[in-house]
């Protein structure tokens, strides 16, 4: 009588599961890998919106201790390279910040810069501003002709009028030159939502005002027409 073995078992150990081909396993890994990158990104902005918080707020103090020196001693307000040197406001969007003096990459993470070598605000030429479109001026696109621009340095406040808006290209020296009344000009670059370098410049021009009788100072001294806004 023939004889039959009976079947194997099934072996507990299940056989050793294969990856399968490189692109597959990329794939499986894509939405992982995908998360990790958008946390270490939200992770780096919270950091560096957290820093410029505490530098803002040290700046703060300092130009608070500047203007009890100002006013104490009578003696002009110090520029240092990277220190604090003014406070800028503008009502319509918002904006209330320490402006640090320079340009550096430093000093524009944590504040608007005063460009060197430009005027002082209050003194006669043209005070130029500069600042991160996704940062503090990150809604100056909003202004227009009338608007109202606050600086405060020392013991002293300077309110100016918005006169125009331009967009011009980074060679556009011509918006820093000096001018004989009293001018400021705000800078950012442009589109503001411009994924990457951005290829163009948002300029603001604005004039002191005489307080008392919100008559442009600059047109008192020299006469000279303001620019013509361009559309934004």
Not at 110 to 126: C, I, R, S
Request: proline share 7%; hydrophobic share 35%.
């Amino acid at each position: 009588m023939p004889t039959y073995q009976s079947p194997a078992a099934p072996s507990n150990v299940s056989p050793k599961h294969k990856a399968g081909p490189p692109g597959q396993v990329f794939f499986r890994m894509l939405p992982a890998l995908l998360t990790l990158a958008g946390l270490v990104l939200v992770l780096y902005v919270s950091a560096e919106y957290a820093w410029m918080f505490i530098e803002q707020q040290r700046f703060s103090r300092e130009l608070q201790a500047q203007s009890n020196s100002v006013q104490s001693s009578g003696a002009q307000q110090s520029k240092s390279s990277g220190g604090a040197f003014a406070k800028l406001r503008i009502p319509k969007i918002n904006l209330d910040a320490i402006v640090v003096e320079g340009t550096s990459r430093k000093a524009l993470l944590v504040g608007p810069g005063h460009l060197t070598n430009t005027a002082v605000p209050g003194e006669v030429g043209n005070a130029v501003l500069a600042a991160h479109r996704d940062t503090f001026f990150r809604r100056l696109g909003e202004l227009a002709r009338g608007d109202l621009i606050i600086v405060d340095r020392g013991d002293r406040q300077y309110q100016y009028r918005v006169t125009s808006t331009e967009i011009v290209e980074p060679s556009a020296t011509e918006v820093l030159q000096n001018s004989p009344g009293y001018r400021l000009t705000l800078i950012t670059c442009y589109p503001f939502h411009y994924i990457g370098p951005a290829p163009k410049r948002f300029i603001v021009f604005a004039q002191m005002v005489d307080t008392a009788s919100e008559k442009s100072v600059y047109n008192k001294s020299s006469g000279s027409p303001s620019r013509k806004s361009s559309p934004h």
